[in-house]
């Protein structure tokens, strides 16, 4: 027996080809063309790159990457229409869970261990249950395999797409080859610096335009934009509050937070904020239903018989209300309800979406996002467009949306389970890991100064 590929095979070596091409090539029967493989020496850093915590034994990493659609994306970035964009998301996040799975099995068939981590929703338990560690970071993962590097607001930027990619890992405890990488820092270098648009276009104003932040990979300082409060994210992205700092756009949120349309929230009174976020949270009447959406696309991988009924985006319907029929009627077979007059999940995300594989591509989504206006709920609840927030504002006080008491107080309740059932608690590993990481990114700063 001859060791080829650190597999044993008979015969001879030229047979065979090394595993990291046999899994890229398989990758590609999945509908995956870009992929890296990151090897143990590659995976130095924060507690989210710890394998074992998705599998205890874990020494490697592939990584995969899907590109979004553009010309939904496009569609939603110019308030056209979110649905499109929503469909893509819901394909791509399945097309890259069955990927992972399929990859999984092909692993185990040639003797090692695997498994697939979820491509969201897969959260470390911690006292903050709104803390959103993740159980491993798709996006360190990208960077130590290769396919991606550090963007400025702090997600990942592919030479091919940009960063409006959805990124996937299998986690292996084969001892597998790096690929080469390019410069950790091309991104930051050659576009971030120039560009900063991400930092523009998160309604709550989320990332700190011109400070950076640091984050420690394989004892190297990778730059990005400074986070000023995580909850801004978590309160764009679930649409608790839709509307810019300017007033002169927003995403496609149902809400706002009253008291933050004249004084936008301060990241420091951090209490003041989360008192925010519940008191809108608890008060939608859809909160869990909408997490369980991206929940079921992103954590659980639907069988053939449903994967074959997901609407096409070439024969999506034009008239909008017919597309959130669509919609409503799909998520329904999944056991989803209750957010049928708008069923859509994906709302923001506008750091991802604006930054395209050029400066110039980027410079016009932005353009895009920020002379389309603003979307609130008009006549019949249907989304609305306008050009200004006096139009808006005017909107919303003539067609309030109207939650009643019971399904107030029945969302609330489902929640507040669901958050401290599945996210509440305590891990000393990561707690001491990420005492470790601190330590050392403050050294490592200190020694060698930012940059």
């Known amino acids: 027996m001859k060791k080829i590929g650190r597999l044993n095979f008979p015969g001879k070596a030229a047979e065979v080809s090394p595993i990291e091409n046999q899994i890229k090539a398989f990758l590609q029967t999945q509908g995956v063309a870009v992929s890296g493989v990151a090897g143990p020496e590659r995976l130095d850093g924060p507690p989210s790159l710890d394998l074992d915590y998705t599998l205890p034994g874990g020494r490697s990493i592939i990584s995969m990457v899907l590109p979004m659609n553009a010309a939904a994306i496009e569609d939603f970035l110019s308030k056209k229409s979110p649905a499109p964009h929503n469909l893509d998301q819901f394909r791509l996040y399945q097309q890259i869970q069955h990927a992972g799975y399929a990859l999984a099995e092909f692993l185990k068939a040639k003797g090692f261990r695997a498994r697939p981590v979820p491509p969201s929703a897969d959260y470390r338990r911690h006292p903050y249950v709104f803390a959103t560690l993740p159980s491993f970071s798709h996006r360190f993962g990208a ?190 077979k999944t056991g989803i309800t209750g957010i049928e007059s708008y069923p859509i999940p994906m709302v923001c995300g506008h750091c991802i979406l604006v930054c395209g594989p050029t400066l110039e591509e980027t410079k016009r989504r932005c353009k895009l996002l920020l002379g389309a206006g603003l979307v609130v709920p008009g006549p019949g609840g249907r989304m609305t467009r306008v050009d200004t927030f006096e139009e808006a504002l005017a909107l919303k006080r003539a067609y309030p949306l109207n939650v009643s008491r019971i399904r107030k107080l029945r969302d609330a309740a489902a929640s507040l389970y669901l958050w401290h059932r599945h996210y509440f608690g305590f891990e000393p590993r990561s707690f001491i890991q990420g005492i470790r990481y601190q330590k050392k990114l403050k050294k490592t700063l200190l020694k060698n100064g930012p940059g």
């Not at 008060?283 to 639907?302: A, N, Y």
């Not at 017919?322 to 009627?329: I, M, S």
């Open 143 to 332: 960077i130590a395999a290769g396919t991606a590097g550090q963007a400025w607001s702090g997600n990942v930027m592919t030479r091919e797409y940009g960063a409006a990619v959805v990124l996937g890992t299998v986690v292996t405890d084969a001892v597998l080859k790096s690929d080469p990488r390019p410069d950790p820092d091309h991104f930051i270098k050659t576009f971030c610096r120039r560009c900063r648009r991400c930092a523009r276009v998160c309604p709550p104003g989320m990332f700190a335009a011109d400070t950076p932040e640091y984050v420690l990979l394989n004892g190297k300082l990778h730059e990005r934009a400074r986070r000023r409060n995580i909850d801004l994210c978590n309160i764009s992205c679930f649409g608790l509050h839709s509307l810019s700092q300017d007033r002169k756009w927003s995403n496609w949120g149902l809400h706002w937070i009253e008291e933050w349309i004249d004084n936008p929230p301060d990241p420091s009174r951090r209490l003041r904020l989360v008192a925010d976020m519940l008191k809108k949270g608890l008060s939608t009447g859809d909160s869990t239903q909408r997490f369980f959406v991206l929940e079921k696309i992103t954590r659980h991988p639907w069988n053939q018989k449903l994967l074959a009924q997901t609407p096409a985006l070439a024969a999506f319907p034009e008239d909008e209300a017919e597309r959130y029929l669509v919609l409503a009627e799909f998520m329904a």
